[in-house]
């Protein structure tokens, strides 16, 4: 899959530059969770080889994160707290959950749509769940996309500086992907376990 995904990716980058660029991480930020890992590095790897400009290619990253996170934002803010309210008891989500998760994003709000842009697997969803807990669109916005910015410069300097051997670093960030999705899991499990041995008193 990761190979489909790297000749996929590759290929549409090679073809068509930052528009792909833009329209990948646009697919990412909208919950499709296509590797901006891959996607950022190999942009470094054109800018690399003189096909494009470095910085051209992170802000093309940035402004796909963007774009993907405005239709997140919205549909989780429409579709998914009405969602949770009603069958949110069901994943252990009753209405005290709601509350606090609003009383986090309250005080917590804008800390949470920068760096989480900055966290694999994490950024993917962040635009759907800033809208369920109704973060202030304008600024989540902002931060969302100095924080896209930052990651994209990041990946695309990693590739630019890899040259040639920009795939070298699949394995790792794979690896990394899996131990953040394991902890999610983990957590998602023991939230689950607690409530369920607790439901009766």
């Given amino acids: 899959m990761s190979d489909f995904f790297s000749a996929w990716i590759t290929q549409d980058i090679g073809n068509y530059g930052y528009l792909a660029v833009v329209v990948l991480m646009a ?36 402004v796909g994160c963007l774009i993907g996170s405005i239709p997140s934002y919205w549909i989780g803010l429409k579709l998914g707290r009405p969602f949770l309210e ?75 500086k890899l040259g040639e051997n920009w795939g070298a670093l699949h394995p790792y960030w794979q690896k990394f992907d899996v131990i953040i999705i394991v902890f999610i899991v983990g957590s998602m499990v023991g939230y689950g376990w607690y409530h369920w041995k607790h439901a009766g008193k």
């Fill in 27 to 62: 697919l990412e930020s909208a919950n499709i969770p296509i590797p901006s890992e891959i996607t950022l590095t190999f942009a470094g790897f054109l800018a690399y080889q003189g096909k494009a400009n470095l910085h051209g290619m992170a802000l093309a990253g940035a």
């Fill in 86 to 160: 009603r069958y949110g008891r069901w994943f252990f989500i009753g209405h005290k959950q709601i509350a606090l998760g609003d009383r986090w994003m309250m005080k917590y709000g804008n800390s949470t749509s920068f760096f989480s842009r900055l966290l694999p697997v994490v950024r993917t969803f962040i635009s759907f769940i800033a809208g369920i807990w109704k973060a202030p669109f304008w600024m989540f916005a902002l931060l969302s996309f100095v924080g896209s910015w930052i990651w994209s410069y990041i990946l695309v300097f990693v590739g630019f």
